[in-house]
Structures are given as structure tokens and as C-alpha cells.
């Protein structure tokens, strides 16, 4: 029987496959995960891909910015990273992930701190509703005018207000900003920073939590989503 806490693949199960490619977003799926947490940009020629990094060269064998090349430069890119058995692993569009998740909670990361990406919201929204999956998605994105963004365009859905460093009192800044859920890094996940985002209705996603003992605090502390890197591992903490 699962848990309270739920489980999100950060990037798919990329502990074990090239992060957001169909391959780690499958292999997630099958090891039981509830979720999946993954990145979007804009390509030149305004298409949505799932990646994370602005730049190629970590994660496939292109080069240069994402935002500068069209869709069909990135579909010719290896994306797998170097993993072995993945060779020719593909970047996928947002298209392609959300037909291939049904039934979970999927969370879109905009990745839109580096690069503004102009018309991200909009595009993401679209999707979203085509794909008729707006009963399962939360929006996510380290930049905070993106999320007040969204909400201007009438976003339906919950989002999700992402930081890095450990903030005070973040519970209050994020009802202030109007989202409806924190995503706080794991080493500022305290017990009180649950307690009071819960008394306030709001849900708690923690990144990025792979360890055994990490998962068993995380849940002990009833966080609302663990995003973590291997789903099977997670899933044998929390049940
Ligand atoms: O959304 C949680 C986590 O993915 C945020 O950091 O850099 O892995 O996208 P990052
Ligand atoms: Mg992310």
C-alpha cells in the first residue's frame, strides 16, 4: 500500500537512464513511480523540449544554447549522455512525455531562469490542455514572475514556487507570491517548514532526495512528493 508521500522521478529515473529522455521517464514509470519532474524550453523555432541544461554539451553531442537551435536540429542530437545502452536516445518534445504518462502527476519544470524563453507559459498551458492531462500537472519554476505569469493567464493548476537556498519563514512568502505549493531543496526541509506550509493548505515537494535515510526522514516528516533520482529505491522506503 503507498504512502502518504509520493514518489516523482526527477528527470525520469536518471540514476539509470539519460535524464529526460522517453527511456528514464518509462523506466520511472516502471518502478512504481507516481510521478514524474521534468524540464521544458523553447526551441528557435517555438517548440516545447524536455532537457535541462540551456546549454547541450553536458547531456548531448550538440553544442551551444538550446534557444538557438530549431526542433529538428536538437531531434538529430544524441541525448543520452554517454550512458551505455541508450546510444541515439533522443531529446523528446513535451508532446511526446505527456502521451506517454498516463495516470501519473506530472511536473513541468519551466526552465526559465537563464533564458526568458517569451511565450514558455502560454505554449506549456496550451499543450497541457490539448493532451487533457490538466488533472494531473503542477507547474514548477525557480523563477517567480514566470509562476505570477502563469497565474495572469488563469493557469487552472497547482504551482509550484522552486528555490535553492534555505529561505525564512518561505511558507509565508509563498502564499504571499499566491502559489499553492513549495518546492524546497532537501537540506532546507525541516519539520516546521511542513507544519506551517500544511496549516496553510499548501503541499510540500522536496528536491532532490535519493538517499535511504533522506527518504525515510522526508516521509517520516510527510512531505507531499519526494523528487528523487531512483524511484525504486524511494519506492522501497515509502511503501
Ligand atoms: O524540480 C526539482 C528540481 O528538478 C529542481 O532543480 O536543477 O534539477 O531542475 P533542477
Ligand atoms: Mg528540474
Not at 539519460?18 to 517548440?47: M, N, S, W, Y
Not at 554539451?57 to 550512458?83: I, K, N, P, Q, Y
Not at 533522443?90 to 512525455?97: A, K
Not at 498551458?125 to 492531462?133: C, M, P, R, S
Request: proline share 5%.
Amino acid at each position: 500500500m503507498k504512502g502518504v508521500t509520493e514518489i516523482w522521478g526527477h528527470r525520469g529515473a536518471s540514476a539509470y537512464a539519460p535524464e529526460c529522455t522517453l527511456p528514464a521517464f518509462e523506466l520511472a514509470l516502471e518502478q512504481g513511480a507516481d510521478g514524474l519532474e521534468f524540464d521544458v524550453q523553447l526551441t528557435r523555432d517555438d517548440q516545447v523540449v524536455v532537457i535541462h541544461d540551456e546549454t547541450l554539451e553536458r547531456t548531448t553531442d550538440g553544442t551551444g544554447w538550446v534557444a538557438d537551435h530549431s526542433l529538428a536540429d536538437l531531434r538529430a542530437l544524441d541525448a543520452s549522455a554517454g550512458m551505455a545502452g541508450f546510444a541515439g536516445t533522443g531529446i523528446p518534445t513535451l508532446d511526446e512525455v505527456l502521451e506517454l504518462a498516463g495516470g501519473v502527476t506530472l511536473n513541468i519544470e519551466l526552465k526559465n531562469s537563464r533564458m526568458r524563453y517569451k511565450g514558455l507559459e502560454e505554449r506549456v498551458l496550451q499543450i497541457v490542455a490539448d493532451h487533457g492531462v490538466g488533472d494531473r500537472v503542477v507547474l514548477s519554476s525557480f523563477n517567480h514572475y514566470s509562476l505570477r505569469h502563469l497565474m495572469q493567464l488563469g493557469a487552472p493548476y497547482p504551482l509550484g514556487a522552486l528555490y535553492s537556498d534555505p529561505l525564512f519563514q518561505p511558507w509565508k512568502y509563498a502564499r504571499r507570491l499566491g502559489v499553492t505549493c513549495l518546492h524546497p531543496p532537501l537540506r532546507a526541509t525541516r519539520r516546521k517548514l511542513v507544519e506551517n506550509c500544511h496549516a496553510l493548505g499548501m503541499r510540500v515537494h522536496v528536491w532532490t532526495v535519493n538517499d535511504v535515510p533522506d527518504l525515510e526522514r522526508m516521509a517520516g516528516l510527510g512531505v507531499d512528493a519526494v523528487i528523487t533520482n531512483n524511484p525504486d529505491v524511494a519506492r522501497s522506503v515509502v511503501g
